[in-house]
């Protein structure tokens, strides 16, 4: 048996044509759960946040707006170009 070196693609690409379309459907599904749990763990104004694998960045924009202005949030993808723009979110590649 020989493994093999053909990669896998990757379910979430964001470079194709329908990758707007299914961050938003994504947003949809998940922010509402994961909102819910940044409530819990206390998130408020002045917070510091880092969010990781950002999609459409729909969950950092809220978060900067619980935040506010005197908190921070970053929001960090491999391919960020689908984050859209926000006043309180900073937008890193990688």
């Known amino acids: 048996m020989t493994a093999s070196t053909q990669e896998t693609p990757y379910t979430f690409n964001h470079d194709q044509p329908t990758a707007f379309d299914l ?17 819990h763990a206390g998130l408020r104004a002045g917070a510091r946040c880092l969010e990781v694998g950002a999609g459409a960045g729909t969950l950092a924009h ?13 929001a960090t993808d491999v391919k960020p170009q689908h984050v859209r723009a926000h006043q309180g979110v900073t937008v890193r590649a990688g």
């Not at 961050?23 to 409530?39: G, H, K, P, T």
């Open 62 to 74: 809220w978060m900067a707006d619980q935040t506010g202005p005197t908190g921070e949030v970053i």
């Open 23 to 39: 961050l938003d459907r994504l947003a949809v599904i998940l922010d509402d759960f994961s909102r819910d749990q940044l409530r």
